[in-house]
């Protein structure tokens, strides 16, 4: 058996990994990269494998970077069947489409820049229509159930408590009379998810390949994120501004209405304070997604705690709340830009990279009296990891917007399960695996969870390149090669880019720095210190010019 792995390497995006085994070749994940340029890039390279020649594939959940190349892998040949559970299924039906959605209109607005300038126009990555074609190869399967999908392999899926619909996935393989059992993670959830289960713990497995977003840190203040959450809210609205909430459509939004729903049942006179004043202003969820996959949750209880199912058969509404409006149409989200004042707007993309929330940034950052607050996790290269970051300055729609509005972040309303989430994970196995893959991380994070992993287990731990190759038996795991993309010289070229692009933003904030600086009458030291180091740089990057030019 031989695994390749072929996205969401040293980054959270782009999750794809080839199993071939002596009969058969499946996938598991076919995600879309987000973020950097350098791998934005790779969404319209070709797959490192014919499509055609796959059997089946494997999905684990619905989020985009999971499976939002779907359609390309259609477009590109694949008919085979992708097995994933109802929810799942039932979440791609909104998320495909509105993602093809997308792809047509940044590839219009591209087009349109690009005949101004003389060049051809570009086709996008896949249409909203290529995404409706590609719905017919959803198989669902449920919860729990061993599935023998050939002779040689079964799977079954198991809730991994991230999204509704989300899945850890045991597959079992037999290849010459012995059999290897692999786990696939795909995003393991927080233990206290509000809607969703725990995630499942698993037995044994031979091979792990696991997440690792979180891997060098814990969510800190976990069980009083509600009151932090209300702290700021209140604050904000008292002071006559908006809190913009930077949410995925799917998941985070309607974990954020049921936080909102199910802090009336807290009777501290200060707590109830912050709540009344939360409940005199409109909620806006401003995401027609967000609204379409709110009503996937309702038809899907299975996937929910047993408490909110229990709430629901009661008659309860855990998603609603007076002050609670919808937005579909675009005239009605444009009106919140032009008279929302003490309102809470909670909008898609969750990373500030597409959609409406980047209008709603637009008018928002630059404001004194308003409040950024992120629940979500930000990818490097985003807008939404810029703003996190300290950015004093970020462009949105090519206009300079300056950053002064409160931006925060409670990290303990991610998704993804925190280090110590990860290293439960592993120790709830039984039997140990033989080795583990690190995927879906960034650098720095992986390789600290790397480290607590070898130490507390002492198990083997990869942390794959995009393109490396494992072959597999019951005796032995080695890395047996790798496989070049085709445009594998320009992402290095991309990356110089983008590293030029940083070094440019962070002089930019420099110079801002010393103009609120200017002020000051006596000379100050660091300030004469730091401009013989800006004069050796200077110096560097001629000298790296006169290089370029020979």
Excluded at 17 to 46: R, W
Excluded at 205 to 225: F, N, Q, W
Excluded at 477 to 499: D, F, Q, T, W
Aim: net charge negative; aromatic share 8%.
């Amino acid at each position: 058996m031989k695994i390749t792995f072929l996205g969401a390497t040293r980054t959270v995006t782009g999750s794809n990994i080839l199993i071939e085994t002596k009969d058969k070749k499946f996938i598991v994940d076919c995600g879309l990269y987000q973020g950097q340029d350098k791998e934005i890039l790779l969404n319209s390279d070709e797959f490192m494998y014919s499509p055609a020649d796959i059997d089946f594939m494997l999905l684990t959940h619905a989020h985009i970077d999971h499976s939002g190349r779907i359609p390309k892998l259609y477009v590109d040949g694949y008919r085979g069947p992708i097995y994933a559970t109802k929810a799942t299924c039932d979440l791609c039906t909104i998320m495909l489409p509105d993602s093809g959605y997308i792809q047509e209109s940044e590839v219009e607005w591209l087009n349109r820049k690009r005949k101004r300038e003389g060049k051809h126009e570009v086709p996008p990555l896949y249409t909203y229509q290529d995404a409706i074609d590609s719905l017919v190869l959803f198989e669902k399967v449920e919860y729990n159930e061993v599935i023998q999908l050939t002779p040689d392999i079964k799977v079954r899926y198991n809730d991994a408590g991230h999204m509704l619909g989300s899945a850890v996935i045991e597959v079992w393989i037999t290849e010459d009379g012995e059999e290897q059992k692999l786990v696939f993670t795909g995003d393991l959830g927080n233990n206290d998810i509000p809607l969703l289960r725990e995630p499942t713990m698993i037995d044994d497995a031979d091979i792990v390949i696991m997440e690792s977003t979180y891997g060098d840190r814990v969510h800190d203040h976990k069980e009083s994120k509600a009151d932090e959450f209300l702290k700021i809210v209140s604050s904000t609205l008292e002071k006559g501004g908006n809190v913009i909430i930077p949410s995925f459509a799917v998941g985070r939004t309607q974990e954020i209405l049921y936080e909102i729903q199910k802090s009336k049942q807290n009777d501290d006179p200060d707590f109830r304070r912050e709540f009344d004043e939360i409940m005199s202003a409109p909620v806006y969820v401003d995401s027609p997604l967000a609204i379409s996959a709110t009503e996937i949750f309702l038809r899907n209880l299975d996937c929910l705690d047993e408490a909110v199912q229990e709430d629901i058969r009661e008659g309860k509404r855990p998603l609603d709340f007076p002050g609670l409006k919808f937005t579909p149409s675009v005239e009605e989200s444009r009106s919140l830009n032009e008279n929302a004042n003490k309102s809470i707007i909670i909008s898609a993309s969750g990373m500030c990279e597409v959609g409406r929330i980047k209008h709603h940034l637009k008018h928002n950052l630059w404001r004194t009296d308003s409040t950024v607050l992120f629940v979500g996790y930000q990818a490097v290269g985003t807008l939404g990891r810029k703003i996190v970051d300290g950015a004093r300055q970020v462009k949105i729609f090519g206009e300079e917007i300056g950053v002064n509005a409160n931006i925060k972040y409670i990290e303990a309303f991610s998704g993804h399960a925190d280090k110590n989430g990860l290293l439960r994970f592993i120790d709830s196995f039984k039997n140990k695996p033989k080795q583990i893959y690190l995927v879906h991380g960034d650098e720095e994070a992986q390789l600290s969870l790397a480290d607590e992993l070898v130490d507390r287990y002492h198990i083997p731990v990869d942390i794959p390149y995009r393109g490396d190759v494992y072959e597999a038996t019951s005796r032995r795991i080695n890395k047996v090669g790798e496989v070049k993309s085709p445009n594998e010289y320009k992402y290095a070229r991309l990356e110089l880019l983008e590293r030029i692009e940083t070094l440019r933003e962070e002089i930019d904030d420099m110079s801002n720095i010393i103009k609120d600086d200017l002020k000051k009458e006596s000379t100050d030291k660091k300030i004469v210190d730091l401009t013989d180091k800006i004069k050796d740089l200077e110096k560097q990057i001629v000298e790296i010019l006169q290089a370029q030019e020979k």
